[in-house]
């Protein structure tokens, strides 16, 4: 915090994350994973779930993709559970030696969301 001030002056760090297709984004992040679509525009796509917002820009390079992740802090033991029952076969989170409870999952289009909480 700033000297004299009591809010904090941060309040979110919103990752944008490249889509190779963004209804097919879209459809992923809402069946699979259950955020909400907030925005879909030509070249843009926004989702929520939990107060937890993801953003997405159109891209033709998979390889940027495949080289992307984010950082989400949750419930990974009810996460995961949440994903399976949409269907989603993924490995169930594990504990990482850096403290963290770790739930990896991996989108259409190679984007990497880790989703973590302290063990």
Known sequence: ??????????HA????LPSLDLD?????????LGFAV??????YLIVARDGCELHFWPCD?????????CYVRGDTRALHADFAARGLVLEPPAERPWG???LYVIDPH?????FGEPT
């Open 61 to 69: 390079e998979r390889h940027i993709a495949e080289n992307s992740a």
């Open 13 to 16: 760090a919103v990752p944008v």
């Open 100 to 102: 963290m409870r770790e």
């Open 110 to 114: 190679g984007n990497l969301l880790k």
């Open 24 to 32: 097919e984004s879209a459809a992923f992040y809402a069946e699979r």
């Open 38 to 43: 907030r925005l879909r525009a030509d070249d």
């Open 1 to 10: 915090m700033s000297a004299g001030t009591s809010a904090p002056l941060l």
